[in-house]
């Protein structure tokens, strides 16, 4: 599933920061997606719910929905294009042209402390298939994780790359990127380093990668129904490291973990 990481887990208390969800599509929210023809239907049954449906704003809820065609791991390889912004990835509409995202990746080697996975796949543009390979090489230090991600491929064109993760918090509020709390709204940064402070397991997290032009933050938010109506629950925050880059792409990064205080 794509050679991604998919538990992470801090022994000293007893959290795990890749405890994240993904957002599917459940059968109530064809209320907030058809919500007349829910009305009608309940009134027909004799079911006293319009009310409820009435007092909700289902405008607000259904621009809320987003579903996910893939689990929300870490280290996930997108290959998209100039369009690919915030927008399109809180709400899971980017393009992909690659199949690196949720396919097998071959255990291509193992070693003191190292982990090498590689995909022969492809990409797809305008209806053409064009090889590519995918190598992504893990290496476990004390402080936490370096990797190096190399993608070839026969297509020529220029591209985006963008290597996703996805965090789970207690208390998302209280989290701080790069010193600031996390917006409501998706939104970038030019940078190529995040360092996240999560006050509840007392912990610093540095993600960085060489050739990230900017990177996108978003909350990942799930819609529920209560016996009140409907509510949104937080699930996490997914960061992606933009790349662009033509035809070869070489990437190297670190995600280091520090106890504080």
Request: charged letters at 20%; a negative charge; glycine letters at 6%.
């Amino acid at each position: 599933l794509g050679g991604q990481m998919s538990e992470l887990s801090l022994r000293d208390v007893c959290f795990n920061l890749q405890n994240t969800l993904r957002r599917y599509e459940e059968s109530y929210h064809d209320k907030i997606i058809n919500p007349k023809k829910n009305i009608l239907s309940e009134h027909s049954n004799g079911i006293d719910t319009i009310h409820n449906l009435s007092q909700e704003n289902i405008e607000k809820y259904k621009g809320m929905l987003a579903f996910d065609w893939y689990s929300k791991n870490s280290f996930i390889d997108h290959i998209s294009d100039e369009t690919f912004d915030a927008q399109r990835f809180a709400r899971c509409t980017f393009r992909e042209y690659g199949d690196f995202a949720n396919q097998p990746f071959m255990l291509l080697q193992v070693g003191d402390f190292t982990v090498t996975f590689k995909r022969h796949g492809g990409i797809y543009v305008n209806g053409e298939a064009y090889e590519s390979t995918l190598t992504k090489q893990y290496h476990f230090t004390q402080e936490g994780i370096a990797f190096h991600i190399v993608l070839n491929s026969s297509y020529e064109g220029s591209l985006t790359y963008l290597l996703e993760m996805n965090f789970h918090f207690s208390q998302l509020e209280d989290v701080l990127l790069n010193s600031f709390p996390i917006e409501n709204q998706p939104y970038s940064l030019n940078e190529n380093t995040l360092i996240i402070q999560d006050p509840y397991t007392n912990k610093e997290i540095t993600l960085k990668v060489d050739k990230a032009e900017k990177i996108l933050i978003a909350r990942i938010d799930t819609v529920s129904q209560s016996e009140s109506g409907f509510e949104l629950t937080n699930q996490g925050v997914s960061i992606g490291f933009v790349v662009p880059y033509k035809q070869e792409m070489n990437l190297t990064g670190s995600m280091i973990l520090e106890t504080k205080g």
